[in-house]
């Protein structure tokens, strides 16, 4: 069965510094892998997801990951971090089950930015 | 356009009652996801419809939950017996077609006592 770790639990950070949020996942196959962001009060939201093809993978609000195959990861970067983004952010593997990707979920990683 | 909604919003119960989530997919979307996040963790796949019919109910942890979507729109998550474990917040997700990107719901907060 596949499944995701996510290393940290939380991560601090000033405004406008870099960001990188570490995920690695179990999977013998190739994964598809996807990071999701939960703001308070709001619902998951996609930010990314990779399939196939470019290792490196553009998203919404300034966010990118990096297949790494030979590390089994899929780590989330963003150059300069903004207020905004503090949340719980989701690293994801999924499954072709039923004809739909079925994630498994990593516990989550807690980002709080200092102004 | 309106996204997913999920009412109720919160729900509190005592141990061994029935209770019923409802979920409200956006307009036009053929597959229907729920998950159960408890605290601290991520979420957790329960089940999976597309149309009317459970296309991958392996996520479901027993027999205590059950989940509809007579219509192919709304969808009910059903579970008896709830037990303090049960505790959680239950998120649904629709997506247009079954491998297009999937889009979540608030969530239900359900505490049982």
């Known amino acids: 069965a596949q499944s995701v770790t996510q290393p940290d639990i939380h991560i601090t950070v000033s405004e406008g510094a870099s960001l990188e949020l570490r995920c690695n996942y179990s999977y013998g196959a190739t994964p598809y892998l996807f990071w999701y962001v939960q703001s308070p009060g709001q619902g998951l939201q996609l930010l990314l997801k990779?399939?196939?093809?470019?290792?490196l993978v553009q998203g919404i609000k300034g966010f990118e990951a990096e297949f790494k195959r030979s590390q089994s990861s899929f780590n989330l970067r963003k150059p300069s971090v903004h207020w905004s983004d503090a949340a719980e952010y989701f690293c994801a593997v999924a499954l072709l089950s039923g004809g739909s990707y079925i994630p498994t979920f990593g516990r989550g990683t807690s980002l709080i930015v200092h102004p | 356009g309106a996204g997913v909604s999920q009412t109720p919003s919160n729900k509190v119960t005592e141990k061994g009652k029935y209770v019923e989530l409802r979920c409200d997919p956006i307009s036009g979307h053929t597959a229907l996801y729920w998950y159960r996040q408890s605290l601290g963790q991520g979420p957790e796949f329960l089940i999976y419809f597309q149309g009317t019919g459970a296309a991958d109910d392996s996520g479901l942890p027993n027999d205590r939950f059950f989940a509809v979507r007579p219509e192919g729109s709304v969808s009910t998550l059903k579970i008896q017996r709830t037990e303090r474990g049960d505790s959680a917040v239950y998120l649904c997700a629709s997506s247009n077609t079954a491998q297009e990107t999937q889009y979540f719901g608030p969530g239900t907060r359900l505490l049982v006592l």
């Open positions: 990779y399939f196939s093809g470019d290792t």
